[in-house]
């Protein structure tokens, strides 16, 4: 047995400035899959020399954790919390924005003088109540960090970020067991990954079309699985990377307003009011 397509959503095009943009979550059909918030798939594209760059400058976070997964290109992180990084391709950032943090996410001078492929996923994790006013952190991790667990043969590898896989565990602790990879597929290879029926399941297709089960899941969609077992078997049709992971459903009310992800409209008022006081900490410069 290995869990089947449910249903599936297509990421529907939302370019923000020059910066080709798809989100297949929150959309017309979906609001979340808790406690997975939010995904927001920028390029791939090619920037051409002396270009603007990313045009994510300062904003604020509360209440929920933003994974970013740099698969092309650079991103240069710098926070509130003194945190500050230049990600290369194939790293991860990790930031838990909990009780608040304004940061910027842009492009390195060097890659706006220069130019160079760009692609990146930005995924919304949400927190329980009881963690929404957590202490905020951030890790970055370049490539070389993050554990390759090659499949058999040769016929792709799995990227592990948190949880664990083969025996190897993630190195991101994450506050609420969420395990979350990358997946590289050749064509025709296949996959079995640990997918427990209690959980939710996130599985986004980056790039290539996939086999599940006896039906096809199509790039640049996220596919929602049923719950029928504690496994999913995934064949690629042709080259294919997917964002997968698996985390407890949290089975809070969401209430949410641009940046800030709460319980209730009270507390959205109470996270607008904080950052317009400062209370999110300095503000950033640039």
Not at 95 to 101: E, V
Not at 165 to 181: C, E, N, S
């Amino acid at each position: 047995m290995t869990r089947r397509i449910k249903r599936q959503y297509k990421a529907f095009r939302d370019d923000i400035r020059d910066l080709q943009t798809r989100r297949p979550v929150p959309g017309p059909e979906l609001e979340h899959l808790d406690p997975f918030l939010f995904l927001n798939h920028h390029g791939p594209q090619v920037y051409a020399p002396d270009n603007l760059g990313l045009p994510f400058g300062p904003h604020p976070h509360r209440g929920f954790e933003t994974v970013t997964f740099i698969l092309r290109g650079e991103l240069a992180h710098k926070d509130t919390g003194g945190h500050e990084s230049i990600i290369g391709p194939g790293g991860v950032q990790w930031m838990t924005a909990g009780s608040g943090l304004i940061h910027s996410e842009l492009s390195p001078e060097s890659f706006k003088r220069q130019g160079g492929e760009l692609e990146i996923l930005q995924l919304w994790v949400n927190l329980p109540s009881r963690l929404k006013m957590t202490a905020p952190s951030y890790v970055g991790l370049q490539a070389a960090d993050i554990p390759q667990i090659p499949l058999s043969h040769g016929e792709g590898s799995v990227s592990l970020i948190s949880g664990e896989v083969a025996g190897v565990t993630g190195p991101i602790k994450t506050l609420t067991g969420v395990t979350m990879m990358t997946v590289q597929l050749a064509a025709g290879s296949k996959v079995t990954l640990k997918a427990p029926a209690a959980r939710e399941v996130f599985l986004y297709t980056v790039k290539g079309r996939l086999q599940i089960g006896d039906q096809q899941a199509q790039s640049w969609h996220l596919i929602e699985l049923d719950d029928s077992d504690d496994s999913v078997t995934i064949e690629a049709i042709e080259d294919a990377v997917l964002l997968f992971g698996h985390a407890d459903k949290i089975r809070e009310p969401i209430v949410s307003h641009g940046p800030f992800v709460m319980n209730t409209a009270q507390e959205i008022n109470e996270a607008i009011l904080d950052y317009q006081a400062g209370r999110f900490n300095v503000k950033l410069d640039g």
